[in-house]
């Protein structure tokens, strides 16, 4: 029962480089969402997804894009790395609109 | 719009002390109400819960009461610990329409418990 996994744990990147953060979960949740966790901001929500194929914008999207070719996985793309988007990066699924949220361990993001 | 508002912190206890943090809420409709806590460097996890009006959400000794007439989901715990420091977030979570299930966070409070 590994829940919601986050890869990877830790990275740096140099602006203007790309990246993917993988998220997956095994509980066949529809709903998955991408968070971002900022010093004093609490978090906020980048993109979401209510099942396979269909994805939204949440709060803070910009520089951000998502995709959800399967139920399991939800991957968060950086297109073009900038230091604003230095944080701390939370994937979460739910089964319901009333039902906790299951978060991953998060992945910390750098970039220089 | 839709969002949640936390007492600010730091918030500093000795132990056995009484904790409240408040949190009030603005939503249209009838919307879910969650406590989650942040240990130090570990992601969030669900402390409570509660789903509708009057509603109490309980657990490791932590109490939240869903009031409307108020909105407010204020946490309460009558004797915390040093192992409760930590950061707490107050969420809500909406039943309808295209923001179905995500959260809307305040934006925490820490709590730093001193023996």
């Known amino acids: 029962n590994a829940g919601v996994t986050q890869t990877p744990k830790f990275q740096v990147l140099k602006t203007g480089q790309s990246m993917t953060l993988q998220c997956a979960q095994d509980?066949?949740?529809?709903?998955m969402s991408w968070y971002r966790q900022d010093p004093g901001m609490g978090l906020r929500l980048i993109h979401y997804?209510?099942?396979?194929?269909?994805?939204d914008q949440g709060e803070v999207p910009n520089g951000y894009n998502v995709s959800r070719s399967t139920t399991e996985d939800f991957p968060l793309r950086l297109l073009s790395a900038a230091p604003s988007q230095t944080s701390v990066y939370f994937c979460?699924?739910?089964?319901?609109?009333?039902?906790?949220?299951?978060f991953g361990q998060g992945t910390r993001l750098t970039v220089v | 719009g839709n969002s949640v508002t936390q007492m600010e912190g730091p918030v500093t206890l000795s132990e056995e002390a009484f904790l409240t943090i408040n949190c009030t809420y603005t939503?249209?409709?009838?919307?879910?109400l969650f406590w989650y806590v942040q240990y130090p460097g570990e992601g969030l996890q669900l402390l409570l819960k509660?789903?509708?009006?009057?509603d109490k959400g309980s657990n490791k000794g932590f109490e939240a009461t869903y009031r409307k007439e108020t909105t407010s989901f204020h946490l309460e715990k009558g004797s915390v610990q040093v192992s409760d420091s930590a950061v707490y977030f107050c969420?809500?979570?909406?039943?309808?329409?295209?923001?179905?299930?995500?959260?809307?966070f305040g934006k925490g409070t820490k709590l730093s418990v001193k023996p």
């Open positions: 969420a809500l979570s909406l039943s309808y329409g295209g923001s179905q299930g995500n959260l809307i």
């Open positions: 509660a789903t509708k009006a009057d």
């Open positions: 979460a699924s739910s089964y319901s609109s009333r039902v906790v949220a299951f």
């Open positions: 997804s209510v099942g396979a194929g269909i994805t």
């Open positions: 939503a249209t409709g009838y919307p879910s």
């Open positions: 509980m066949n949740h529809e709903y």
